[in-house]
T-cell receptor
Framework: GIQVEQSPPDLILQEGANSTLRCNFS?????LQWFHQNPWGQLINLFY???GTKQNGRLSATTVATERYSLLYISSSQTTDSGVYFC???????????FGTGTRLQVFP | GAGVSQTPSNKVTEKGKYVELRCDPI?????LYWYRQSLGQGPEFLIY????????DSGLPNDRFFAVRPEGSVSTLKIQRTERGDSAVYLC????????????FGEGSRLTVL
């Protein structure tokens, strides 16, 4: 089945820093989404981005479907950005949304 | 409702018991999903409903797990003869109309099997 790998696995930042999270996937996909899981376990949808670039405030995401990767950019990080960031893909030949391994982000004041 | 609602938020049970977990999706969302998340892992797909029917139940780990959505809204995940390995957070999500459109997750039901 499809492999979804995220890097880095862990990231520690000081408030105000910028960061880039990467998601690589091993096969073509219909759909890609980025989620943030806060320290209380709530999963929040950040972007629905099968291709192209989207921005929402301090966050932006780019998916290059032909090269099988997506990037999530966080600018001017805040302590509330802490948590785990997951990318999830829908492979072309299934109806499942497969989650990646996650990037655990800690932002310190 | 305003968001996806899951009950109970926490459930502790003994090995061998039967458990039901409930999910109330966002009003009007026709697609509903169940995922399971173990500590330190990403969510793992269990089953997907489109309306009342299970469109894909290939993620259910074995026949002890069953889910229903009789009226196309609320769904119940049922686990028979629970085992310690079933301990996890069970997450429900819904999306509007299409398969795996933008997903909205509930806060999850944490199941602990002693």
């Amino acid at each position: 089945g499809i492999q979804v790998e995220q890097s880095p696995p862990d990231l520690i930042l000081q408030e105000g820093a910028n960061s880039t999270l990467r998601c690589n996937f091993s096969d073509s996909v219909n759909n890609l989404q980025w989620f943030h899981q806060n320290p209380w376990g709530q999963l929040i949808n950040l972007f629905y981005i099968p291709s192209g670039t989207k921005q929402n405030g301090r966050l932006s995401a780019t998916t290059v479907a032909t090269e099988r990767y997506s990037l999530l950019y966080i600018s001017s990080s805040q302590t509330t950005d802490s948590g785990v960031y997951f990318c999830a893909v829908e492979p072309r030949d299934t109806d499942k949304l497969i989650f990646g391994t996650g990037t655990r982000l800690q932002v310190f004041p | 409702g305003a968001g996806v609602s899951q009950t109970p938020s926490n459930k502790v049970t003994e090995k061998g018991k039967y458990v039901e977990l409930r999910c109330d999706p966002i009003s009007g969302h026709t697609a509903l999903y169940w995922y399971r998340q173990s500590l330190g892992q990403g969510p793992e797909f269990l089953i997907y409903f489109q309306g009342t029917g299970a469109a894909d139940d290939s993620g259910l780990p074995n026949d002890r797990f069953f889910a229903v959505r009789p009226e196309g809204s609320v769904s119940t995940l049922k686990i028979q003869r629970t085992e310690r390995g079933d301990s996890a957070v069970y997450l429900c999500a819904s999306s509007q109309n299409r398969a795996f459109g933008e997903l909205f997750f509930g806060e999850g039901s944490r199941l602990t099997v002693l």
